[in-house]
T-cell receptor, first 110, second 115 residues
C-alpha cells in the first residue's frame, strides 16, 4: 500500500528561523515528488523533484530528493509570517495516482 | 470515510473521443472543484460547484463541461478530447462555509493522455 509520512505534523517558529520539513514515502513506480503550499483553498505548486541529489531553489525555499532513501526535505530560510501554511508533499506514482501526505502545518510568529 | 476519490486513475484517449471523469466525496461538502495540473505549473481551476445543481466556470473552462446532479458527485466531461487536454486532473472539495477561501481536500488525481 502506498504511504506518505510527513514530519513534523505541526511546527511553530519565529520570524527569521530556518525550518526543515520532511517527507518520506513508499510508493510503487515512483516518478517524481511534488511539494505544495496550502494556505487556504487550493495548494500552490512549489517544486517537482525527479532526480536524486539535485537541489531546487526558489527564493528562500529549497528542496532535495533522495530516491535511494525514499525521502525529500523542504527547507525554508529566514521564515516570514507569510510562510505560515500547510506544506504537502505528493509522490507521483507514475501511471497510478498521486498520494498526498498529511501535510506539515507551519506557523510563523512575528 | 474515503475522503475524495476519483475514477478512473489513468486513461488514454484518441483525439476527438469523449469521456467523463468522476469525483466523489463522502464528507458532505458543499463545494467541489476540478483542476488540471500541467508539468511545472500550478493547479488551474477548470470548473467548480458551490452546491448540488450549480456549477460555475473557473480559469480554464474551455473544452470541458461539468455536472453536479448529486451533492457527493462532481463529473467532468470532455466532449471532444484534444492533445492539449493531456494533463493530470485533480478533484477537490470543501465545506463551503468560508466560501471559495476554505481549505480544500484533494483526490488522488486522474492522469489523462490524449493522442
Amino acid at each position: 500500500e502506498d504511504k506518505v509520512v510527513q514530519s513534523p505534523l505541526s511546527l511553530v517558529v519565529h520570524e527569521g528561523d530556518t525550518v526543515t520539513l520532511n517527507c518520506s514515502y513508499e510508493v510503487t513506480n515512483f516518478r517524481s515528488l511534488l511539494w505544495y503550499k496550502q494556505e487556504k483553498k487550493a495548494p500552490t505548486f512549489l517544486f517537482m523533484l525527479t532526480s536524486s541529489g539535485i537541489e531546487k531553489k526558489s527564493g528562500r525555499l529549497s528542496s532535495i530528493l533522495d530516491k535511494k532513501e525514499l525521502f525529500s526535505i523542504l527547507n525554508i530560510t529566514a521564515t516570514q509570517t507569510g510562510d505560515s501554511a500547510v506544506y504537502l508533499c505528493a509522490p507521483d506514482n507514475y501511471g497510478q495516482n498521486f498520494v498526498f501526505g498529511p501535510g506539515t502545518r507551519l506557523s510563523v510568529l512575528p | 470515510n474515503a475522503g475524495v476519490t476519483q475514477t478512473p486513475k489513468f486513461r488514454v484517449l484518441k483525439t476527438g473521443q469523449s469521456m467523463t471523469l468522476l469525483c466523489a466525496q463522502d464528507m458532505n461538502h458543499e463545494y467541489m472543484y476540478w483542476y488540471r495540473q500541467d508539468p511545472g505549473m500550478g493547479l488551474r481551476l477548470i470548473h467548480y460547484s458551490v452546491g448540488e445543481g450549480t456549477t460555475a466556470k473557473g480559469e480554464v473552462p474551455d473544452g470541458y463541461n461539468v455536472s453536479r446532479l448529486k451533492k457527493q458527485n462532481f463529473l467532468l466531461g470532455l466532449e471532444s478530447a484534444a492533445p492539449s487536454q493531456t494533463s493530470v486532473y485533480f478533484c477537490a472539495s470543501s465545506y463551503g462555509a468560508g466560501g471559495l477561501q476554505e481549505t480544500q481536500y484533494f483526490g488522488p488525481g486522474t492522469r489523462l493522455l490524449v493522442l
